[in-house]
């Protein structure tokens, strides 16, 4: 797997959005094949959702920005768990999941 794939997506208005992928070091992980899973990549896109382009200086924690993030999972076997992502500015998500055997993305 990759540490850095390239990305060539497009937000929900057709705007082209690119990515760096993890920027920090990458481990080699053991996985347990009765329920287990591990991150192969993940991939948060910011996108500024303003009703116009910021001409000044932004506030921190008042501007209109909206973070998607897509997990690129790999499970040897069949697993279900729970799928967390948090924000360091205070955005959690949780969501119950079910993996395929190989490559999963959420």
Known sequence: VDWGPYINMRDP??????????WKSVSMV????????AIAY???TVH???ASWPVA??????????VHVRV????????????SVNGSWGAILRRDVELSPGSNTI
């Open 13 to 22: 208005d057709g705007h082209p959005v690119w990515t760096r992928g993890i």
């Open 30 to 37: 053991r996985v347990s094949r009765l329920n287990g899973a």
């Open 42 to 44: 993940l991939v948060p």
């Open 48 to 50: 500024f959702v303003g």
């Open 57 to 66: 200086a932004l506030q921190d924690f008042a501007s209109p920005f909206l």
């Open 72 to 83: 690129h999972l790999w499970a040897p076997e069949h697993a279900a768990g729970e799928l």
